[in-house]
């Protein structure tokens, strides 16, 4: 009765770790299939922009051996009005080797985004949230993103994330940032 007892205990409890190790095994699966989603997103002069998710960042469509900014940024956020500037000296100073990607995440629509380029000059790539189709949210998901902005995720050539940074940065730490990662 004794050896039944712990058999069945034995059991139990093989049937336990089999479970885990099953519940473990399909997250990292399933992680690994979040990772490769393709997203095809129009800016807002209604070209598509094709984004695949890989291991370790992002590719980029026509961005192929590009050093990549992709800023999250709002119409109404200060700060981000203020790397506006700083976004089109760069993209005009090194547009063989640069390509800047803004997704709008205040609202505006396809429309309203586009006459707020226009006004500020905007020599880049500008798309609104609401055409991501859940872009940001899986954006948010893999850099732990928690709806601060700006909020930059700068790319290397190879779509490599290599720098995540909420918040502002001065015009010469991202321009060391561009010639550090196209030399490489």
């Known amino acids: 009765m004794y050896n039944d007892y712990n058999t069945n205990k034995k059991r139990l409890y093989m049937k336990q770790i089999l479970t885990v190790l099953l519940l473990i095994s399909s997250f990292f699966i399933s992680a690994q299939a ?3 989603q393709t997203f095809s997103i129009p800016d ?11 291991k370790d960042g992002l590719k980029v469509k026509g ?21 506006i500037p700083h976004l089109i000296n760069l993209q005009k ?25 226009k006004e ?26 928690r709806g601060s902005i700006p909020f930059l995720i700068i790319l290397d050539k190879k779509g490599n994330v290599r720098y995540i940074q909420p918040g502002l940065m001065p015009e010469e730490v991202l321009e060391n940032a561009i010639k550090e990662l196209s030399a490489n």
């Open 44 to 54: 807002v002069n209604g070209k598509v922009h094709q984004f695949t998710g890989t």
């Open 34 to 36: 979040n990772n490769e």
């Open 63 to 83: 961005a192929e051996g590009k050093v990549v900014f992709l800023e999250f940024f709002g119409h109404m956020c200060p700060p981000c009005r203020k790397s």
């Open 120 to 145: 500020r000059g905007i020599n880049y790539t500008v798309i609104s949230d609401s055409n991501t189709g859940g872009f940001t949210s899986y954006i948010a998901q893999r850099s732990d993103w």
């Open 93 to 117: 100073k090194y547009k063989d080797k640069l390509a800047v990607i803004a997704i709008e995440v205040q609202g505006l629509d396809n429309a309203q985004l586009k006459a707020f380029a």
